[in-house]
């Protein structure tokens, strides 16, 4: 609570019997907070990650050639550039890219060959305070994102917009607030508060969704119920020290668009593993559509040599894709002797 001298013209907002209970009811319920020892739950963004962003491939397949040369020429404060080269199915012919990065700032930017531009801004104001920037000009889809995320002891809260506006005459956008609470040392619940409009002759929208996680000592299962009907549920597993499995399931019910009305139910379910040798890691998983996909990254030795091998199997449309990409790391060798008695950084990505 906030604390006022004696001599300070606010002492008397303090001196009151009314700041005196109210105060006194903040510490009894802050102590016994802290005595049920809860830990932060994480961010709804991240509430399904073991399955969703490390185990599925979801965020690594790709189809086609790819080439990535990376380029270092600092580490503390982090500052390279990348070109990449491909040639395939969703793939940019060419994009650059240029990352600096300190425990304080977070900044990158993507260029690529039709003029499309990315940035990503984020700044650290404190050890929990993070505000997070985004902007796209070009490919038809311009967009602007603030977000301003907090990290409590037990909890975590963000508030976002996404192209907002008052140009004209009222407010436009979507604004998303997240919130998350540790309830026991396992269990986190939380919920999520959208509010769009896409303009002025257009009422509102809102939505609330619903989201759970429970984390045990060697596997974490999370449930997300979306405003529109949707169920995901996630389930993952630490097998061995190299090896971790994970399920994903999402269903979802919709007014059907038929004569005869009713609702329309979809689903589907993913299994997929990782498994992590010493110079390689490889992913697999398979869904209940009949697709079956795989992914192999090998590194090569001492050398800054990444290859990736990737390839999915449509059962039921009898489609296959393949992909490949190499990633060459450069760097100078002034720089490779700092980086062993470097300290790394707490960059605010």
């Known amino acids: ?19 005196s209970s109210f105060s006194d009811a903040f510490n009894t319920f802050q102590e016994r907070r802290k005595q049920f020892g809860l830990s932060n739950p994480g961010t709804i963004e991240t509430i399904a990650r073991e399955v969703q962003r490390d185990t599925l491939l979801t965020n690594y397949m790709f189809s086609g050639l790819r080439a990535d040369v990376t380029k270092a020429f600092s580490l503390a404060p982090l500052f390279q550039v990348s070109h990449q080269f491909a040639m395939g199915e969703r793939l940019n012919p060419y994009a650059f890219a240029a990352l600096y990065g300190t425990n304080q700032i977070f900044a990158q ?43 409590g002891d ?27 609470q540790a309830v026991t040392p396992r269990l986190g619940l939380g919920l999520q508060a959208v509010w769009q409009r896409q303009g002025l002759t257009q009422g509102p929208d809102t939505a609330i969704s619903y989201f759970a996680r429970y984390k045990a000592g060697d596997w974490v299962a999370s449930a997300q119920l979306q405003a529109q009907g949707a169920l995901n549920t996630s389930f993952w597993k630490k097998l061995t020290d190299r090896v ?12 059907s668009q038929s004569m005869m009305g009713g609702l329309t139910k979809e689903g589907i379910t993913t299994f997929g593993a990782k498994y992590d040798f010493r110079m390689s890691t490889f992913r697999a998983q398979i869904d209940s559509k009949g697709k079956l996909s795989c992914l192999l990254e090998k590194r090569l030795g001492a050398a800054p040599v990444t290859l990736t091998f990737a390839a999915d199997v449509d059962h039921v449309t009898q489609q296959a894709k393949l992909g490949m990409s190499v990633s060459i790391e450069a760097s100078d060798v002034d720089l490779q002797e700092q980086q062993e008695g470097a300290q790394s950084l707490n960059i605010p990505f």
């Open 244 to 255: 971790q499995a994970g399920v994903d399931m999402t269903l979802s019910v919709a007014p």
């Open 109 to 151: 930017g993507n260029l690529d060959n039709e003029g499309s531009l990315s940035t990503r801004f984020n700044y650290r104001w404190g050890d929990r305070t993070i505000t997070k920037t985004q902007f796209s000009i070009g490919g038809g889809q311009d967009m602007a994102q603030f977000e301003h995320e907090h990290l």
């Open 154 to 180: 037990d909890f975590s809260a963000s508030l976002k917009a996404i192209n907002p506006s008052f140009l004209d005459g009222g407010l436009t956008g979507i604004f998303v607030g997240d919130y998350l």
């Open 1 to 19: 609570m906030a604390s006022f001298s004696t001599e300070s013209p606010l002492a008397m907002l303090r001196d009151n019997a009314i700041y």
